[in-house]
């Protein structure tokens, strides 16, 4: 695996590949990523993965600094999964100026769900990913459904700017007790950890009472956060959406997902599930 710091580096070896596909990661890789990396692998002649946390997707009182830098165990998995290239610049390589132009969805995606209780997170996002579609210029560029409403982000913004790439998904990786796999459930100590495969019981749980015909969405809602609230969770929200647009869904629409952000002690995890 070629390892590049700089945007120069990367685009040159870039020019010598064939079909390529991206996958964009801020690093701290478990088996969710890397099956992005196989996906990658599979429809792709070259794949590049990327490694670079981004300030601007950060809040000033979230977890930029703390978030998990493990570059040499996160090299050793890429080279076993087949990676070719690792674009893993520094901060004044991306932003060696402050950065003055933004990617600003709109607010009916970016302001809702995560980006209510976040606000400024996706246009950080959209940003960063934006510029890392200019810089490696791949035919594909996969982005895992745990972060369900980035990829709706990432997928319209994509559409708007006539971008000539594919966005592809990859499924969201589980431990065995249905906890989704996230970089920030390192931070988890052991009591919370056992409770954290809640969060995706409770989502098992409302999607069978809405496969089952229950069509009160807000109770259902409502009983989700109160049973993780229950159990010493702060809950931001459990919603029932639309997948397509993530907007509130009425009792006749199909084609749902639902979605759940809570914080267990300082640990604030997101899932969903589609129905
Ligand atoms: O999902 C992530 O890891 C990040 O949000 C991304 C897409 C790499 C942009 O920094």
Same mark, same amino acid.
């Given at each position: =695996?070629?390892i590049?710091?700089t945007?120069?580096g @990367? +685009?040159?070896a870039?020019k010598?590949?064939?079909?390529?596909?991206l *996958?964009? /990661? =801020? $690093?701290?890789?478990?088996a969710?990523?890397i099956?992005?990396m196989?996906?990658a692998r599979e +429809?792709a002649?070259a794949?590049i993965?990327t490694i670079? *946390?981004?300030?601007l997707?950060f809040r000033? %009182?979230?977890?930029?600094?703390?978030? &998990? +830098? /493990?570059f040499?165990? %996160?090299?050793?998995q !890429?080279?076993?999964?087949?990676?070719d290239h690792?674009f893993?610049p520094?901060?004044?390589e991306?932003?060696?100026?402050p950065? /003055?132009?933004?990617i600003?969805?709109p607010?009916?995606?970016?302001n809702?769900?995560?980006?209510?209780?976040? &606000? $400024?997170h996706?246009?950080?996002?959209a /940003? *960063?990913v =934006?510029?890392?579609?200019?810089?490696a210029q &791949?035919? @594909?560029?996969?982005f895992?459904?745990k %972060?369900y409403?980035?990829l709706?982000?990432?997928?319209n913004? *994509?559409?708007d700017?006539?971008?000539?790439?594919?966005? $592809?998904?990859g499924e969201?990786?589980?431990?065995?007790?249905?906890?989704?796999?996230s970089? #920030?459930n390192g931070?988890?100590?052991?009591a919370?950890?056992?409770?954290?495969p809640r969060?995706?019981r409770?989502?098992v749980?409302?999607?069978a009472a809405?496969?089952g015909?229950? +069509?009160?969405?807000? #109770? @259902?809602?409502?009983?989700a =956060?109160?049973? !993780?609230?229950e159990?010493g969770?702060?809950? %931001?929200?459990?919603?029932l959406?639309k997948?397509?647009d993530?907007?509130?869904a009425?009792?006749?629409?199909?084609g749902?997902?639902v979605?759940?952000?809570?914080r267990l $002690?300082?640990t604030?995890l997101i899932?969903? @599930?589609? !129905?």
């Amino acid at each position: =695996m070629q390892i590049h710091e700089t945007i120069a580096g @990367l +685009r040159a070896a870039r020019k010598a590949a064939g079909r390529v596909a991206l *996958v964009p /990661t =801020m $690093g701290n890789l478990h088996a969710g990523h890397i099956a992005l990396m196989q996906q990658a692998r599979e +429809r792709a002649d070259a794949v590049i993965a990327t490694i670079f *946390v981004n300030r601007l997707q950060f809040r000033p %009182d979230e977890d930029f600094e703390s978030y &998990p +830098r /493990t570059f040499a165990a %996160d090299c050793e998995q !890429l080279v076993a999964a087949g990676v070719d290239h690792l674009f893993a610049p520094d901060e004044a390589e991306m932003y060696p100026q402050p950065q /003055t132009y933004h990617i600003e969805p709109p607010p009916e995606q970016a302001n809702i769900l995560d980006g209510a209780f976040r &606000p $400024g997170h996706f246009r950080g996002v959209a /940003t *960063v990913v =934006m510029k890392l579609l200019q810089i490696a210029q &791949p035919d @594909l560029a996969l982005f895992g459904k745990k %972060d369900y409403q980035q990829l709706m982000v990432i997928r319209n913004m *994509v559409r708007d700017f006539n971008l000539p790439v594919e966005v $592809g998904a990859g499924e969201t990786v589980r431990a065995a007790d249905g906890l989704a796999l996230s970089s #920030r459930n390192g931070y988890l100590s052991a009591a919370e950890r056992a409770e954290a495969p809640r969060l995706y019981r409770v989502l098992v749980k409302l999607s069978a009472a809405v496969r089952g015909g229950v +069509r009160d969405f807000a #109770r @259902l809602e409502r009983e989700a =956060m109160a049973e !993780l609230d229950e159990h010493g969770w702060q809950t %931001d929200y459990v919603a029932l959406r639309k997948k397509l647009d993530l907007q509130s869904a009425s009792a006749q629409d199909s084609g749902l997902v639902v979605l759940a952000a809570a914080r267990l $002690g300082s640990t604030r995890l997101i899932d969903n @599930l589609e !129905l």
